[in-house]
């Protein structure tokens, strides 16, 4: 009965703490609420809950993970524990367009993901095509959508099939 004299509500987004109606409600909304949505902190346009965000990723099935259990000690698996992501661990290291990587073709310049295939596009010309190797067009097919039919070399070595 003091948390309804005091004015205490539940809070409405539904994390299920007390907080005061007012400026207490506010700060709880905005900063400290778990369901409260938060934008991806590498500035990418995925948005979730700060409770979705912690949550842990499992990129194994729930039978691989069963599988897995069974076949290691206890003690293996608490130190397995550690070894799992957050979905937000996850998605700014694996899936976030805005996350930096290496370039595949190690120049040694660390690139966002989302201009990737331009980076890659840029270091290729045609004329140039002594400089690739097999590897280099094979990275290049995954990290981009360059026809590379275009250039000789590939046509030349990679006996492609055009249906």
Request: aromatic share 8%; glycine share 4%; net charge negative.
């Amino acid at each position: 009965m003091q948390r309804v004299k005091d004015e205490y509500i539940i809070c409405e987004w539904g994390c299920g703490d007390w907080v005061q109606r007012g400026h207490d409600q506010i700060d709880h909304q905005l900063n400290r609420c778990i369901k409260r949505m938060l934008p991806c902190a590498l500035g990418c346009t995925v948005k979730m809950s700060e409770e979705d965000w912690l949550k842990p990723c499992y990129v194994k099935t729930e039978e691989e993970l069963l599988e897995e259990r069974l076949r290691m000690s206890i003690k293996d698996h608490q130190e397995k524990e550690d070894d799992i992501l957050t979905v937000q661990q996850n998605h700014e290291e694996n899936e976030c367009v805005k996350r930096l990587v290496n370039c595949p073709r190690q120049c040694l310049e660390w690139v966002c993901f989302e201009v990737l295939d331009r980076h890659l596009t840029g270091m290729l010309r045609p004329g140039d095509r002594h400089l690739f190797s097999f590897l280099d067009f094979h990275i290049i097919g995954i990290y981009t959508n360059i026809d590379l039919s275009i250039f000789p070399y590939h046509h030349y070595h990679h006996h492609c099939h055009h249906h």
